[in-house]
Antibody
């Protein structure tokens, strides 16, 4: 049974660093990718970045150099770190597992429940 | 980045109606366009993949069509449980992007 679960702080101070862990079960990180998506309150979904099964990463340029994604395959965990937080980083952060067919076309068929993070001044 | 424009932003519906939601891409995404349903305080749920392919466990009243830049999600006989926000997402090129959503509400 595929499961993803995010754990992280409820509250982060302005300009500080956000750290969230996505713990997965039912699949291997060396076989499947894990991506991060966020959603500000009352707003839409924004793709943040990817940890590919081979260990490479890709990031949405909207986050410039603030965002870092890493993993510990032995613990089945993927980590998101984002620095210099601002109030508009207040959002629910999801990790999700995409699937695709040969040639591409990624879609997200498994999602964590998300963690709501508020950036406070 | 590929911009996905969803319309309308809000749709008022009567149970039993057949409705269509639109998603337009700023450039061709082939059929790499997927649809999700999101209810309040829940994670998005995949409804349709590759523009028109059904997903196991999703009611057959949901269907999708389109290719290139114009896509449609149809619900044939809206039920009260369908009152949600619907998002499209393109998986053709990085960064993956989502539309801004269409909210279904009761008329």
């Amino acid at each position: 049974q595929v499961q993803l679960k995010e754990t992280g702080p409820d509250l982060v101070q302005l300009t500080q660093t956000l750290s969230i862990t996505c713990t997965v079960s039912g699949f291997s990180l060396t076989t499947y990718n894990v991506h991060w998506v966020r959603q500000p309150p009352g707003k839409g979904l924004e793709w943040m970045g990817a940890m590919w099964n081979g260990g490479g990463t890709d990031y949405n340029s909207a986050f410039k150099s603030r965002l870092s994604i890493s993993r510990d395959t032995s613990k089945s965990q993927v980590f998101l770190k984002m620095n210099s937080l601002q109030t508009d980083d207040t959002a629910k952060y999801f990790c999700a597992r995409p699937s695709h067919r040969r040639g591409g076309g990624y879609y997200f068929d498994y999602w964590g429940q998300g963690v709501m993070v508020t950036v406070s001044s | 980045d590929v911009v996905l424009t969803q319309s309308p932003a809000t749709l008022s519906v009567t149970p039993g109606e057949r409705i269509s939601l639109s998603c337009r891409a700023s450039e061709s995404v082939d059929t790499y366009l997927h649809w999700y349903q999101q209810k309040p305080n829940e994670s998005p749920r995949l409804l349709i993949k590759y523009a028109s392919q059904s997903i196991s466990g999703i009611p057959s009243r949901f269907s999708g069509s389109g290719s290139g830049t114009d896509f449609t999600l149809s619900i044939n006989g809206v039920e009260l449980e369908d009152l949600s926000i619907y998002y499209c997402q393109q998986g053709n090129s990085l960064p993956f992007t989502f539309g801004s959503g269409t909210k279904l509400e009761i008329k």
